[in-house]
C-alpha cells in the first residue's frame, strides 16, 4: 500500500540572488520518519494554487515553522515593528488551505507560525510581541545561543486534562518543550479549543471543535530531532496513524463507487 502523501508547506525566501521556495529538512524528515508518510513540498503560490488538484492529492497537511510571521493585517493590525519578516506568499498560500482542508475532514499538524496561522484562518488574532505583554514571560530564542540550546527545553506546558493532545500523550502531566518564537495567540478563534498552556497562560496547543479529522496546533517544535524525543515521537504517529486512515476512508469510497 502506498504511503499517504502530506503538503507541506513552504516559505519564499532568498537562494543567493534568486527567490525559492522552501521547508526546512526537519520539517520533511519529521513527516518521512515519525509520520511514516510521504512528504511534499507545496510552493508557496498564493491566489495562482490550485487547492482542489492539491487537496484531492492531500492524505495530512503539516503546517511549518517560519522566521517570517502572518502579516497583521490579515487579523486587522497594523505592523508594530516593520522590521520583522513577513511572508506574503505564504499567508496567501496557506490561509485560504487550512479552512478547505479542514472541511475535508484531512488531518492537520500545524507548528508553531502554523499554529498562528490556524488561528488568523479562523478569525483569531495574534499578539506581535508576546514577551511585551504584561504577565507574559519572553519566548525568544536566544539568536546568538548554539541549535541545541535554542531548541533545548525552555519551559513548562500544562495539557488540558481531557484533550487530545493529553490522549496522544497518553497523560496530561506538565511537560517541557522549547520556545522559539516572538509571537503568540492573543484572542483564540471561536472554533478553537485550548489543548494546552504554558505556565504564563499563553496558549501552546489546541484544536479545532468541528473537525471531522485529525487537527492539532503546537507552538513549540515538536520535529526538532524528533526521533530522539518521545514526545515527538507520539506527536507524529498519531498525526501518521491519522493520515493512514483518511487515505483508506478515501480508497473505501472509490472502491464502493466502482
Not at 509520520?35 to 494554487?49: D, S
Not at 487550512?98 to 507548528?111: C, M, S, T, V
Not at 493532545?165 to 503568540?184: C, F, I, W
Request: aromatic share 4%; with cysteine; proline share 6%.
Amino acid at each position: 500500500m502506498c504511503s499517504p502523501i502530506v503538503l507541506v508547506s513552504a516559505c519564499v525566501s532568498q537562494a543567493g540572488a534568486h527567490a525559492a521556495h522552501f521547508a526546512q529538512c526537519k520539517y520533511v524528515a519529521a513527516v518521512a520518519d515519525g509520520a511514516r508518510c510521504a512528504p511534499l513540498i507545496v510552493p508557496a503560490l498564493g491566489a495562482a494554487t490550485d487547492f482542489a488538484a492539491l487537496l484531492d492529492l492531500a492524505d495530512g497537511i503539516l503546517l511549518t515553522g517560519s522566521p517570517s510571521n502572518v502579516a497583521p493585517a490579515r487579523y486587522g493590525q497594523v505592523p508594530h515593528d516593520a522590521a520583522l519578516p513577513g511572508d506574503a506568499a505564504r499567508d496567501a498560500t496557506t490561509l485560504p488551505l487550512i479552512d478547505a482542508a479542514i472541511a475535508r475532514g484531512i488531518p492537520l499538524l500545524a507548528i508553531c507560525r502554523g499554529l498562528q496561522e490556524v488561528n488568523v484562518a479562523l478569525g483569531g488574532t495574534l499578539h506581535q510581541a508576546v514577551h511585551a505583554v504584561a504577565g507574559m514571560r519572553d519566548h525568544r530564542e536566544r539568536k546568538d545561543d548554539a541549535l541545541a540550546q535554542q531548541y533545548g527545553p525552555a519551559h513548562r506546558v500544562l495539557p488540558a486534562p481531557d484533550g487530545v493532545l493529553a490522549r496522544v500523550l497518553g497523560s496530561a502531566e506538565p511537560l517541557m518543550v522549547n520556545s522559539l518564537h516572538g509571537q503568540g495567540i492573543d484572542r483564540l478563534a471561536p472554533r478553537l479549543a485550548v489543548e494546552a498552556r504554558a505556565d504564563d497562560g499563553l496558549v501552546e496547543a489546541f484544536r479545532v471543535r468541528d473537525a471531522r479529522g485529525f487537527t492539532l496546533a503546537v507552538q513549540w517544535h515538536p520535529e526538532w530531532q524528533a526521533m530522539e524525543n518521545p514526545v515527538s515521537i507520539k506527536l507524529l504517529q498519531a498525526f501518521g496513524d491519522a493520515c493512514r486512515a483518511y487515505k483508506q476512508s478515501r480508497n473505501t469510497v472509490t472502491s464502493g463507487e466502482m
